[in-house]
């Protein structure tokens, strides 16, 4: 935090600031982690990759760095302007480290998380210009000193109206390299420039949504392979980014390059990014709302990395800005922000292709539980395609994006994972939800209606095949915070597909009036026509035969008499299904009734 005293104005709470010069010079609340500077570029390798979650402050970290080591390129010794900047702040209190490295070097900084297309033209012009305004920031560089070639080099660099074409593709994939080049070669080897980068991995990431990775992962390989691995122009290289994907090109061979996880067992930097409980309540009180500091640990805290408890920034910072501009801070309830900050929403993607075992870890961190997933540090962008995830991915991009956080580390990579906060708690539910509710025009929703088909057809056998499907990739989002009953499961998850279901069925209810008691379920065909009465047993006996029980629940059915209650006129028809449930198994018995009067 900002040292204040109490002569002095009432720093700004704000959301969505990522340059740490606009902090210092307009009155921003900032949570001071300068102290992190010296860890992160000397106490790791020359080439570094630390990843953390959305939304945990990347950006602004990488904008620090860059304010703290990046020179005067006018007056190279002058360093009065960062020692404006960090005036007050921790780093300063090491004088050696400043001495040595404040406002010392040429530095080449770009954020990556821009880049973007529909295909790879669009995204290779968003990544030219990208290139192009870096060039622009070095365009002094240009002189007499420069070989011909550099100069009409630095220049097509410069225009972005030639650079946008894709037969350039070539300098952009060179120009990390060759303005590192100048740069060394106009401050010599003393003042070897720094290259930053931050979010490299979101032009891969949309590429493999896109479908054009291949091109782009060619591109991002030339455009950061040399730099990284070969060149001898930069003296660090850090990156930022959220998937750790070792087997992308631009890292093949790189054996200096020193990657900082989520997972991370090391303390240097754990808390380098996110804020600690210690620095959400000091904002807090900062601003009068200790009150409500336990509210915000409730729905935003959580996040455990290198052993430490951490709140991710994005959300706290907002829901603190929201509570300043209100006239009753306590009226207020926390929601959420980081959901809202992504344009990919993995947990819907990926519900078509849920495991019966995907299914049950979901369950079970609905449930505020811990799920065993075996870590995958090697992952490749080359095989992440949203419609074609496998489960091992899945559950890997859920941990590293920030989706979930590791509860207790395990043997051989199998960690035990756990939903953070309520804030992504909400997150899961309302994505769930969501996908269940909007099941008119995705795979669910299609699987549902064959299923209403083959019930009012009779058709036991592919009735049974489509529950069977439909339950094993189903999440209950009732009653998870205390064991319900597991009738209480099978009747949710019944209801549930009829209610999605929509016009598609008529008269649909749930322990309907009929005959001498109630039906679990009865519905009827679009037009009236034909009906079905279900009556639901589960099997508490490992042993118990599920077919026995379903046949069981169609004894209940006619003895009740609920079928026949159904019948409005002779010519309707009428199905009796019972339907047994242990775990995700089922087995469906159906049997038409026929009209009054027609004997069998």
């Not at 601003?287 to 640990?297: I, P, Q, S, T, W």
């Not at 079970?364 to 995830?389: F, W």
Request: hydrophobic fraction near 35%.
């Amino acid at each position: 935090m900002t040292e204040t005293g109490q002569n002095q104005p009432r720093l700004e709470p704000k959301a969505g600031d990522e340059d740490f010069a606009t902090f210092r010079e307009n009155g921003i609340y900032y949570v001071d982690k300068t102290e992190y500077l010296k860890p992160l570029f000397c106490g790791t390798n020359s080439r570094f990759l630390l990843l953390r979650p959305r939304r945990f402050g990347k950006t602004l970290t990488m904008s620090t760095l860059r304010r703290f080591l990046e020179m005067d390129y006018q007056h190279p010794e002058d360093t009065s302007r960062q020692q404006e900047l960090f005036r007050g702040l921790k780093v300063t209190e090491d004088s050696e480290f400043c001495e040595k490295h404040m406002g010392r070097y040429p530095v080449v900084s770009l954020s990556l998380k821009g880049v973007k297309g529909t295909g790879f033209i669009e995204a290779y012009r968003s990544l030219a210009g990208t290139i192009s305004k870096l060039a622009q920031d070095f365009r002094w560089l240009d002189g007499p000193e420069l070989e011909e070639d550099e100069h009409d080099f630095l220049n097509m660099l410069i225009k972005y109206k030639y650079l946008r074409d894709p037969a350039c593709i070539d300098y952009v994939g060179q120009s990390l390299s060759f303005l590192c080049r100048l740069l060394r070669k106009r401050f010599g080897d003393d003042r070897k420039p720094v290259l930053l980068v931050d979010e490299y991995d979101v032009p891969l990431q949309k590429a493999a949504v896109g479908g054009y990775y291949e091109p782009m992962s060619e591109l991002i390989g030339a455009l950061l392979g040399d730099v990284l691995k070969t060149n001898a122009d930069i003296c660090k290289g850090i990156l930022t980014g959220c998937l750790r994907a070792t087997k992308e090109g631009i890292f093949t061979g790189l054996n200096n390059l020193s990657i900082d996880t989520v997972l991370t067992e090391s303390e240097s930097l754990c808390t380098a990014i996110g804020f600690t409980p210690d620095e959400v309540r000091a904002m807090m009180d900062y601003y009068g709302l200790g009150n409500l500091y336990e509210k915000a640990r409730e729905w935003y805290d959580g996040y455990s990395i290198g052993g430490q408890d951490l709140f991710c920034p994005w959300d706290v910072t907002s829901y603190v800005k929201e509570l300043s501009d209100v006239r009753d801070p306590a009226a207020v309830q926390p929601k959420s922000y980081w959901n809202n900050s992504s344009n990919v929403n993995i947990i819907t993607e990926f519900m078509p292709r849920l495991t019966r075992e995907d299914s049950d870890r979901i369950q079970e961190l609905l449930a505020g539980k811990s799920a065993a997933v075996k870590a995958d540090e090697g992952m490749s962008y080359g095989t992440l395609r949203l419609n074609n995830l496998s489960s091992k991915q899945f559950w890997n991009i859920l941990l590293y994006t920030g989706y979930l956080t590791l509860d207790e580390r395990g043997d051989d990579g199998v960690n035990r994972l756990r939903i953070p906060n309520r804030e992504v708690l909400q997150c899961f539910r309302d994505n769930i939800s969501g996908y269940y509710e909007n099941s008119g025009s995705n795979e669910y929703g299609t699987l549902v209606r064959n299923l209403i088909d083959e019930l009012l057809a009779g058709d036991s056998k592919k009735a049974q095949g489509s529950l069977r499907t439909l339950l094993r990739g189903y999440v209950s989002l009732r009653d998870n915070a205390t064991r319900a009953p597991h009738e209480n499961f099978y009747h949710g998850f019944l209801n549930g597909l009829l209610a999605a279901a929509g016009d598609y069925i008529s008269d649909f209810q749930s322990q309907a009036d009929a005959g001498s008691g109630y039906a679990d379920i009865t519905f009827s065909s679009y037009d009236g026509g034909s009906s079905v009465v279900i009556e639901v047993k589960y099997a508490s006996d490992a042993k118990a035969r599920l077919q026995d029980l379903a046949s069981k629940a169609i004894g209940q059915i006619e003895e009740k008499g609920y079928a026949a209650a159904l019948r409005s006129e002779e010519s309707d028809r009428v199905v009796e299904c019972g339907i047994a449930f242990r775990g995700r198994e089922c087995a469906v018995r159906c049997k038409e009734l026929l009209p009054a009067g027609v004997q069998e």
